[in-house]
């Protein structure tokens, strides 16, 4: 996770508005620090730190809100709305590997209960062989076998590929219409701050 | 979501020390609130609470990290990024295993038994995820963190939580 950047020149005897302002210029900064590198569905990383980059502004607009005129509710909810797609994005991301890593966990206890079944004392050498030992054995490797549980885990990671794509079709939307309608520079004018995107 | 506390007598014009103090020491209260519901494990909405009761606090804490000393400041923000993380992991549990729940009924007979492994693995791990927080908190009570977190914080901005008395936002007739 991309740490917070270092914010220079905070006076903690000033008040609190002009030092809110020196952080969230930082903050945002941050944020927009991402564009361009987002416009590939595959920076899994970049998206995460792209999500904290958000979650970090949107609190910090919450805890100063107080120290500023302008309404900052309708930022607030922008940003949230981007930070929640994110968040599903990298809920997806986080998901698939852990299903696959299920799949490796399903056949290693598979395989750990078949060679306890295999290694119990009826199928040692020397012990007599009989049709119902024969079908006991068999149930018994029946039931340590789990492909029954593997279609369940296949559609899942299906269905969360499917939804990841959603979702970052939304995100690139959500994110334009952001640049389109100028966010930076007036949420920066409304913060009082000089705009790098002026 | 639980709404955030109100942060009382924090102003346009109050001091960044001041401000600091009052939102930390508030965020502080709120999150702790949370804990006897998050170890009675009876709603997992009230693990959810002190969750992000726990990343505003962060929030706060990256907010006024200029207004203290960094030797003490880290150590602190390290602790709160303990309770975060351990929180989390419980968290991330209660959420697949009530996401797996909704989908598994609308899946297909033959996926069902998948997703139902898939759950009881996820409640086992969430049981250890239990003992983790009963732990952690255990261990902080035995530290005395929370004396020792707001007087320190105290200490820097001169503000007292005696006095700053946070309190659930529906009881809060100040702002």
């Known amino acids: 996770m991309a740490k917070p950047r270092p914010v220079a020149g905070i006076r903690p005897k000033s008040r609190l508005r002009p030092n809110a302002r020196r952080i969230l210029g930082v903050r945002i900064e941050e944020v927009f620090a991402y564009d361009g590198i987002i416009a590939d569905p595959a920076r899994v990383t970049e998206l995460h730190d792209m999500r904290i980059a958000c979650k970090r502004l949107r609190y910090l607009l919450e805890i100063f809100e107080v120290a500023f005129s302008s309404d900052l509710d309708p930022f607030l909810e922008q940003v949230k709305r981007l930070q929640d797609i994110l968040g599903d994005i990298h809920d997806c991301d986080v998901q698939v590997p852990m299903l696959v890593e299920h799949l490796g966990w399903l056949e290693a206890r598979e395989t750990e209960a078949i060679r306890i079944a295999v290694a119990a004392p009826a199928r040692r050498p020397g012990a007599r062989a009989s049709e119902a030992a024969f079908e006991r054995f068999q149930s018994e490797i029946e039931a340590a076998r789990r492909v029954d549980e593997r279609p369940g885990i296949h559609a899942l990671i299906a269905m969360r590929r499917a939804r990841r794509d959603d979702l970052y079709t939304a995100f690139l939307d959500e994110w334009r219409a952001m640049k389109r309608q100028r966010f930076r520079a007036q949420l920066e004018s409304a913060l009082g701050i000089a705009s790098a995107d002026a | ?175």
């Not at chain 2, 929030?59 to 351990?86: C, H, I, N, Q, S």
């Not at chain 2, 086992?124 to 035995?142: H, K, S, Y």
């Open chain 2, 1 to 175: 979501m639980a709404r955030a506390w109100n942060v009382r007598g924090l102003k346009d014009d109050s001091r960044f020390t001041d401000a600091a103090g009052r939102v930390i020491l508030t965020r502080w209260r709120e999150m702790m609130s949370y804990r006897e519901g998050t170890l009675a494990g009876d709603d997992i909405e009230d693990l959810h609470a002190m969750r992000v009761s726990s990343r505003r606090l962060r929030a706060a804490m990256d907010a006024f990290a200029g207004a203290f000393p960094a030797k003490g400041f880290r150590r602190y923000l390290r602790e709160v990024k303990t309770v975060t993380d351990t929180l989390g992991e419980a968290r991330d549990l209660d959420v697949a295993i009530e996401g797996l729940e909704a989908l598994r009924d609308e899946m297909e007979p033959v996926a069902q038994a998948g997703v139902t492994g898939l759950i009881d693995r996820y409640r086992q791990e969430r049981t250890v995820e239990g003992v983790n927080i009963a732990d952690l908190f255990a261990r902080l009570e035995r530290e005395r963190f929370a004396r020792g977190f707001e007087r320190w914080v105290h200490t820097h901005t001169g503000v007292d939580v005696a006095r700053l008395a946070p309190r659930p936002p529906v009881a809060d007739p100040e702002r």
